[in-house]
C-alpha cells in the first residue's frame, strides 16, 4: 500500500520544501483530471482535491510518497475564466518552480484521449523538452474510448507529440496505471542512483 501525505501547498517559492529527494511532477490542462489520477495512483481518493469548478487550483501542490519523493501537482492551465493577472502569477511560480527545484525525476503531461493534444498541450511538450526533463504523456478519461477509438487516439496523440511514448489511463478504472507507476519508479531510481554517484564524487580525495 502507498503511503502518501499531503504536505504543502506552495503560493510562492519560500513555500517549496526544503528538501532534495526526487519530485514527479504532473502537469496539464485545467480539468485533464491531474487530482483524480493522483488519488488513483496513491489509492487514496482524499489525497488531492478535485473541484468542478476548472483552474480552480492556484498553487503547486507536495504529496510525500513513502517518504521516498514528492508527487507534485502544478496549477492547471488555459481555463478562458481565468484572470490574466493569474495566469500570469501561475506561470511565473511554475517556471521558477522548474529553475530551482533539484531532482526532478519525471514530469507526467496529461492530455484529454478524447481529443487530440490542444495547442497549449504541445506548447507545454516543447517547452519541458527544452527543459530537457523526463516526460511521460498520460492520456486521461480513457474509460469513456471503445477499444478501436484508444486505438486510434493513442496513435494521434503519439504522432502529435512526436512520438511520444502515451498511456491511456482512466482514474475511474485504473486503465494504465500500473504502467504510469513502473515508469516512476524507475525514474525515481534512476534519479537516486545518479544523486549516489554526484555525491561519491564530492567525497573523493
Same mark, same amino acid.
Given at each position: 500500500m502507498t503511503q502518501a501525505d499531503f504536505i504543502i501547498s506552495a503560493v510562492s517559492e519560500r513555500d517549496f520544501p526544503r528538501t532534495t529527494i526526487p519530485e514527479v511532477v504532473f502537469a496539464g490542462r485545467s480539468n485533464v483530471g491531474k487530482s483524480?489520477?493522483?488519488?488513483?495512483?496513491?489509492?487514496?481518493?482524499?489525497?488531492?482535491?478535485?473541484?468542478a469548478t476548472p483552474g480552480k487550483t492556484q498553487s503547486i501542490?507536495?504529496?510525500?510518497?513513502?517518504?521516498?519523493?514528492?508527487?507534485?501537482?502544478?496549477?492547471?492551465?488555459?481555463?478562458?475564466?481565468?484572470? %490574466?493577472?493569474?495566469?500570469?502569477?501561475?506561470?511565473?511560480?511554475?517556471?521558477?518552480?522548474?529553475q530551482v527545484r533539484r531532482p526532478i525525476a519525471l514530469v507526467v503531461q496529461l492530455v484529454d484521449s478524447r481529443m487530440p493534444p490542444t495547442e497549449m498541450d504541445?506548447?507545454?511538450?516543447?517547452?519541458?523538452?527544452?527543459?530537457?526533463?523526463?516526460?511521460?504523456?498520460?492520456?486521461? %478519461?480513457?474509460?469513456?474510448?471503445s477499444g478501436n477509438q484508444k486505438a486510434k487516439q493513442?496513435?494521434?496523440?503519439? %504522432?502529435?507529440?512526436?512520438?511520444?511514448d502515451v498511456v491511456m489511463s482512466s482514474a475511474e478504472n485504473g486503465?494504465?496505471?500500473?504502467?504510469?507507476?513502473?515508469?516512476?519508479?524507475?525514474?525515481?531510481?534512476?534519479?537516486?542512483?545518479?544523486?549516489?554517484?554526484?555525491?561519491g564524487a564530492v567525497r573523493r580525495p
Open positions: 483524480s489520477l493522483i488519488n488513483r495512483l496513491t489509492g487514496n481518493r482524499r489525497l488531492a482535491r478535485t473541484s501542490n507536495f504529496y510525500r510518497i513513502d517518504n521516498s519523493f514528492f508527487f507534485v501537482d502544478l496549477p492547471g492551465f488555459g481555463y478562458a475564466r481565468t484572470g %490574466k493577472a493569474a495566469i500570469a502569477q501561475w506561470k511565473k511560480l511554475i517556471e521558477r518552480y522548474f504541445l506548447r507545454l511538450a516543447t517547452w519541458l523538452d527544452a527543459l530537457g526533463v523526463q516526460r511521460l504523456v498520460a492520456a486521461t %478519461k480513457a474509460d469513456k474510448l493513442l496513435r494521434e496523440i503519439s %504522432k502529435a507529440l512526436n512520438n511520444q486503465d494504465g496505471c500500473k504502467d504510469i507507476w513502473r515508469r516512476i519508479a524507475d525514474s525515481v531510481k534512476s534519479c537516486d542512483v545518479q544523486r549516489e554517484q554526484q555525491r
